[in-house]
C-alpha cells in the first residue's frame, strides 16, 4: 500500500497558540496582554457553539507583527498570571488556522455517497 509523502510545514514563529484563558476573556483583552511581548497583527479567542450563544474554548490564536515578537511571548509570557490563570503560550502547529471561522456557521456532510451531487445537497440545506 503506497501513501502520500507529506512535505514538512514550515511553522511560522509570529503564530503562537495561548490556553488556559478563563472563558470570559475577550479578543481585545487578550490583545492588550500579548502586546507585552511585541505588536500583534491578529488576536483570535477562539470560539465555540453553545446551546444558546458562542462560548469561549479557553483558547486563542495570536499572530505578531515580527518573528521576534511571536519568539518572545513563548519566553516570556507562558506561565505568566493573565486574568488570575497562568496562560499556555508555545508555537501554533495548525496549519493554515482560519482566525475568522465562527461555530454555527458551517456545516460539514461526510460519508456521502458518491453518486450525491452539489446540487443535491443545496436543495437538501436551502
Given at each position: 500500500?503506497e501513501?502520500?509523502?507529506?512535505?514538512?510545514?514550515e511553522?511560522d514563529p509570529?503564530?503562537?497558540f495561548?490556553?488556559?484563558l478563563?472563558?470570559h476573556?475577550?479578543s481585545?483583552?487578550?490583545?492588550?496582554?500579548?502586546?507585552?511581548?511585541?505588536?500583534?497583527?491578529?488576536?483570535?479567542?477562539?470560539?465555540?457553539?453553545?446551546?444558546?450563544e458562542?462560548l469561549s474554548?479557553?483558547?486563542?490564536?495570536?499572530?505578531?507583527?515580527?518573528?521576534?515578537?511571536?519568539?518572545?511571548?513563548?519566553?516570556?509570557l507562558n506561565?505568566?498570571?493573565?486574568?488570575?490563570?497562568?496562560?499556555r503560550?508555545?508555537?501554533?502547529?495548525?496549519?493554515?488556522?482560519?482566525?475568522?471561522?465562527v461555530?454555527?456557521?458551517?456545516?460539514?456532510l461526510?460519508?456521502?455517497p458518491?453518486?450525491i451531487?452539489?446540487w443535491?445537497?443545496?436543495t437538501?440545506?436551502s
Amino acid at each position: 500500500m503506497e501513501g502520500r509523502v507529506m512535505e514538512p510545514r514550515e511553522l511560522d514563529p509570529r503564530n503562537v497558540f495561548v490556553t488556559n484563558l478563563p472563558y470570559h476573556t475577550t479578543s481585545e483583552d487578550l490583545k492588550e496582554f500579548m502586546a507585552q511581548a511585541g505588536e500583534v497583527e491578529v488576536c483570535r479567542v477562539i470560539l465555540t457553539a453553545g446551546r444558546e450563544e458562542l462560548l469561549s474554548s479557553g483558547r486563542a490564536a495570536v499572530t505578531y507583527v515580527t518573528n521576534e515578537g511571536g519568539e518572545k511571548a513563548i519566553s516570556t509570557l507562558n506561565e505568566a498570571e493573565f486574568q488570575n490563570r497562568n496562560l499556555r503560550v508555545f508555537l501554533d502547529r495548525t496549519p493554515n488556522r482560519d482566525l475568522n471561522y465562527v461555530p454555527g456557521k458551517v456545516c460539514a456532510l461526510r460519508n456521502l455517497p458518491w453518486s450525491i451531487k452539489h446540487w443535491h445537497v443545496s436543495t437538501l440545506m436551502s
